[in-house]
């Protein structure tokens, strides 16, 4: 029992490289784990979750503090647990769900027993390391039941959960078979957050319609939360639950909007470095200097709309709106859980898209869409933010949506332009995009064209707006916010 503050999350801020029999560990430079280096380093704190590998991992084969920055608890997976519950029951089961069943979740009562097992290992983990009355923070659906177990085998701690993706309305969260565990799981926390106030009035609403003891803080009337009669601001609690824990004690849970970010100032700088506005300007002379540059930049998963996006471009070109010879788009997909049938098929279908488009509108050396099936070094990412006229985010459903803001922190001189879906949490803080509802191809096409055709001054104030905005509100914010909350709790 030594750390006095614990993040636990499905995976570790660290990549495993190995090159013949020589293991290195890279460490994964996230805005997440950018955010919490300093509270991890000011108490004696530690990270738990998965190394990403199937083989056993000892803590003595982690990185040291010295080489990762941060002290990194291995709990391991094997083969199974990798497949009925990372890629069943987080991403086969919940994660449609939550992303408003654009594919169908699968109901199994393997992946959940695997899910609940996998669980109680981290849960494990976390209270042999927690000093007393220490700060533990609990990411992400893959460990909605994590602050339950926690608490009944040590109520001394001091509990967070935070939810990166979106949460549902409560018709689509009641199908879930397990519904009730998931929810007490998550409310063994102390603070639950949310990155918008409709994932934590959804929550809230979910938890009255199964019957718990629910009070909404800025309430027009007793239970009732009007929508939109006050925006909850980034920080704010939304509501509160009150819950009895298994000793018969009763405890209030905290229910709020903490909209994540990034870490503004270093995309920012990386995008302005030399190198990099070297590389953009080669990126442009290789793309053969188009007049405009589209650019998607997504992992590749079904959320994303990036068949949506292609379509509307084809759309655009097939009407004779935007002319092939002037446009060229760059897509980026990151491969992504590529064991699953619904992952397969929609990679199938952007590069049958992408193909089409070609074959159609590109001629013999000049594509006009230019598409890789890669993760690129984070230069290169912001060498194409950096370089294109028009990033495109048309997914159908996203908690937050990073990439939006990495563009927007590519373009503090007010130049691009963002088209982004209303379906993201990103469009609850950057009001100034060029919005679309990616259901509607007609939607999608005029933000684009209004982008394209807009006045260059009312262009650039939007973006400089957005700047503002993301610059204002960055990753160490939204850490700050959070475990403000927190601090508050008093378990002892
Ligand atoms: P993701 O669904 O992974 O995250 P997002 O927030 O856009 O989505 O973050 C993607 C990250 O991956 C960005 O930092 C981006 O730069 C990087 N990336 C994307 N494509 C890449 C490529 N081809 N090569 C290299 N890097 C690439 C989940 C939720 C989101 C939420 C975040 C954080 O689904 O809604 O914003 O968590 O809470």
Redesign the pocket.
């Known amino acids: 029992m030594t750390s006095d503050f614990i993040v636990v999350a499905n995976r570790l801020p660290v990549d495993r490289v190995q090159s013949g029999d020589q293991v290195e560990w890279k460490p994964s430079p996230?805005?997440?784990v950018t955010a919490l280096k300093p509270v991890l380093q000011s108490r004696e704190g530690a990270w738990v979750g998965w190394p990403g590998c199937i083989d056993e991992v000892n803590v003595s084969e982690m990185p040291s503090v010295k080489e990762a920055g941060v002290r990194m608890l291995p709990v391991n997976l094997d083969a199974g647990d990798h497949e009925l519950f990372y890629e069943g029951f987080s991403n086969a089961t919940l994660w449609p769900l939550y992303h408003d069943l654009i594919v169908s979740p699968n109901f199994n009562k393997a992946f959940w027993e695997r899910y609940r097992e996998v669980n109680q290992r981290f849960a494990e983990a976390v209270a042999d390391e927690a000093a007393e009355g220490a700060t533990v923070w609990v990411q992400?659906y893959q460990l909605h039941l994590v602050p339950g177990e926690l608490r009944s085998k040590r109520p001394d701690l001091c509990i967070g959960f935070f939810l990166?993706?979106?949460f549902p309305a409560p018709e689509l969260f009641r199908q879930l078979p397990w519904r009730r565990e998931i929810l007490r799981g998550t409310l063994g926390a102390d603070v639950v957050g949310f990155?918008t106030a409709d994932g934590a009035i959804n929550f809230l609403d979910t938890l009255q319609a199964l019957g718990e003891d629910v009070s909404y803080l800025h309430a027009e009337g007793e239970h009732t939360f009007v929508r939109g009669a006050r925006l909850p601001q980034p920080g704010d609690i939304v509501g509160t639950v009150r819950v009895e824990d298994h000793d018969g004690t009763t405890r209030e849970v905290k229910v709020g909007v903490f909209p994540?970010s990034?870490d503004a100032a270093h995309v920012n700088t990386t995008a302005m470095s030399p190198e990099v506005m070297a590389r953009t300007e080669k990126l442009r002379t290789q793309l053969g200097n188009p007049k405009l540059l589209l650019a998607g930049?997504?992992?590749m998963?079904y959320?994303?709309g990036i068949t949506h996006r292609l379509e509307t471009l084809e759309d655009l070109l097939d009407s004779g709106e935007l002319q092939a010879q002037d446009v060229v788009m760059v897509q980026?997909?990151?491969p992504s859980r590529e064991r699953l049938e619904d992952y397969q098929r929609v990679r199938e279908e952007v590069e049958r898209i992408v193909s089409r488009i070609n074959g159609n509108h590109g001629s013999l050396g000049r594509p006009v869409v230019h598409y890789?099936h890669?993760?690129?070094?984070?230069e290169?990412?912001t060498a194409l933010y950096s370089a294109a006229d028009i990033l495109l985010v048309t997914?159908l459903k996203?908690?937050?949506?990073?990439?939006?803001k990495?563009y927007v922190a590519c373009h503090s001189d007010g130049s691009g332009a963002l088209v982004l879906s209303e379906f993201?949490?990103?469009a609850t803080q950057l009001t100034q995009a060029y919005l679309c509802n990616p259901h509607d191809p007609e939607s999608t096409a005029a933000a684009v064209l209004h982008a394209v055709n807009d006045d260059p001054n009312s262009r650039r104030q939007r973006m400089l707006n957005m700047w503002e905005q993301v610059r204002a509100h960055d990753v160490n914010r939204w850490a700050e916010s959070f475990l403000r909350q927190l601090q508050k709790v008093d378990n002892s």
């Open positions: 996230g805005g997440l992400d990166h993706i979106p990155h994540i990034i930049v997504d992992r998963d959320t994303k980026v997909a990151t890789t890669a993760g690129l070094p984070f290169d990412i997914a996203d908690g937050m949506n990073l990439v939006a990495e993201t949490g990103a």
